[in-house]
Antibody, heavy 121, light 107 residues
Framework: QVQLVQSGAEVKRPGASVKVSCKAS????????IHWVRQAPGQGLEWMGW????????DFAPKFHGRLTMTRDTSTSTVYMQLGWLKSDDTAVYYC??????????????WGQGTLVTVSS | SYVLTQPPSVSVAPGKTARITCGGD??????VHWYQQRSGQAPVLVIY???SRPSGIPDRFSGSSSGNTATLTISGVEAGDEADYYC??????????FGTGTKVTVL
C-alpha cells in the first residue's frame, strides 16, 4: 500500500533553515508528483509547491520563492523540503502529499503523517 | 491568487444532512477535490473530480459543482463525520488553492 513517512519534529531559531524528509513506498516513486502543504496552529491548509521525482523539476507558490527548495533522492525514494530564513509564523505542521498523477487537475491522494516545525527564539 | 471561501462552521444533528459550500470565481468550470481532516490527523481525500468517491469512502459523501459554488454533501451524518473539511482547486495558473475550511459539528 502507498505510504509516505515523514521525519520527526524540529525546533529552529528564527533565521535558520529546516529540512524535512518524506520517504515514499508502495508505488513507483518516479510516477507521481509530490506536493508540500503546511498548516499553522489552528489554521487552514496552505499549498507550498511540488516536485517531480522523475526529473527533479519544481514549482512553488509565489510567497515561498527564494527560500523554499525541494529535492529528491531516487535511490531511497525520498523527497526533501527545505525552508530557509525561518520566521515565527513558519511554525506549522508540514505535510507531504502524493499527487495522483503529474499535477494539474489530479487530486492529492495520499498524505504523510505531518512534521511539526516550531520556530522560536 | 484564486480565493476559495467556505463557511467557518456547520452544525448538524445525527442522521441529518450537512452541506458544505466552497465559493470561487467560476469554480463550476474547474476541478474540485474535498478533504476531511479529523483533529490531529492528516487530511483524507473524500471526493475527487467534483463528485467521485475514493474506495472506502461511504456513499453518504457526495459532491457537486456549478457556477460559483461547489458543494460537499454528507447524508445521514454520523458522529465520526465530525471534522474539518477543505476544498482544493488547481486554478490553472500553475498554482493550487485550498478553501478556508469548514468545521462540521455533530450535535
Amino acid at each position: 500500500q502507498v505510504q509516505l513517512v515523514q521525519s520527526g519534529a524540529e525546533v529552529k531559531r528564527p533565521g535558520a533553515s529546516v529540512k524535512v524528509s518524506c520517504k515514499a513506498s508502495g508505488y513507483t516513486f518516479t510516477g507521481n508528483y509530490i506536493h508540500w502543504v503546511r498548516q499553522a496552529p489552528g489554521q487552514g491548509l496552505e499549498w507550498m509547491g511540488w516536485i517531480n521525482p522523475n526529473r527533479g523539476g519544481t514549482d512553488f507558490a509565489p510567497k515561498f520563492h527564494g527560500r523554499l527548495t525541494m529535492t529528491r533522492d531516487t535511490s531511497t525514494s525520498t523527497v526533501y523540503m527545505q525552508l530557509g530564513w525561518l520566521k515565527s509564523d513558519d511554525t506549522a505542521v508540514y505535510y507531504c502529499a502524493r499527487d495522483q498523477g503529474y499535477g494539474g487537475r489530479t487530486p492529492f491522494d495520499h498524505w504523510g503523517q505531518g512534521t511539526l516545525v516550531t520556530v522560536s527564539s | 491568487s484564486y480565493v476559495l471561501t467556505q463557511p467557518p462552521s456547520v452544525s448538524v444533528a445525527p442522521g441529518k444532512t450537512a452541506r458544505i459550500t466552497c465559493g470561487g470565481d467560476n469554480i463550476g468550470i474547474k476541478t474540485v477535490h474535498w478533504y476531511q481532516q479529523r483533529s490531529g490527523q492528516a487530511p483524507v481525500l473524500v471526493i475527487y473530480y467534483d463528485r467521485s468517491r475514493p474506495s472506502g469512502i461511504p456513499d453518504r459523501f457526495s459532491g457537486s459543482s456549478s457556477g460559483n459554488t461547489a458543494t460537499l454533501t454528507i447524508s445521514g451524518v454520523e458522529a465520526g463525520d465530525e471534522a474539518d473539511y477543505y476544498c482544493l482547486v488547481w486554478d490553472s495558473s500553475r498554482y493550487y488553492a485550498f478553501g478556508t475550511g469548514t468545521k462540521v459539528t455533530v450535535l
